[in-house]
């Protein structure tokens, strides 16, 4: 089984469906108009817990950030809980920080199921201490290796220059001075280690 969250949930933002209707909805055969189950409302209530949204419920879903709105996809990726999970993009639109408690969600998720994850991202940096591996792509696959050596890697700078460091956060405590040759030493957070994990973010 396959849990997907997309890079964008197209939708009427002026719509009056809750975050418990719309979670309803996808796991339920029971029409969400006809009102949602007890037993059901306790188990979305739940569900949401899980990913720190567990209070958004009763929101509608265009009252909800770019963050919120990710999380609330991702317990309902997980439900119920996959082999694999694939994340695309879950960066867009989210702001710095919606992104890095997006990003301890997945960890937590990863930890507890033990499942493999796949996520396509530009966000190198704020990934990297979740992955296991990256896999750097342009038009063909450039680089890949464990996120250290892959990011610390001076062709890699040479080729793609400071953007390659991106939106959320910097790893291993330095950024751009880390990489060999670019004037700069590791910074006190560079022993940081990844998650270990059964599959790559």
Do not use: C
């Not at 979305?44 to 958004?56: E, M, N, P």
């Not at 408690?101 to 704020?126: C, N, P, W």
């Not at 390659?164 to 910097?170: F, H, K, T, V």
């Amino acid at each position: 089984m396959i849990g997907y969250v997309p890079q964008k949930l197209f939708f009427d933002p002026d719509t009056p469906v809750s975050v418990r209707d719309f979670f309803a909805a996808s796991i339920s055969r029971r029409p969400v108009w006809s009102g949602v189950h007890r037993r059901l409302r306790r188990q979305i209530r739940t569900l949401l817990g899980y990913v720190s949204a567990g209070d958004l419920r009763d929101r509608r879903l265009g009252e909800l950030s770019g963050g919120e709105l990710q999380r609330v996809l991702l317990a309902m990726a997980m439900t119920p809980a996959p082999d694999l999970l694939l994340l695309d993009e879950p960066a867009t639109g989210v702001d710095v920080q919606g992104l890095q408690l997006f990003y301890q969600m997945v960890e937590s998720v990863k930890l507890r199921h033990a499942i493999s994850i796949l996520m396509v991202t530009h966000d190198l940096a704020g990934v990297a201490e979740l992955a296991d591996r990256l896999v750097l792509i342009n038009r063909k696959v450039v680089a890949e290796g464990k996120p250290r050596e892959v990011l610390a890697d001076r062709q890699m700078m040479q080729a793609f220059g400071p953007g390659i460091w991106n939106i959320s956060r910097l790893p291993f405590g330095t950024g751009p001075e880390m990489v060999p040759g670019s004037g700069g030493e590791p910074g006190p957070g560079s022993g940081k280690k990844t998650v270990p994990g059964s599959g790559a973010p």
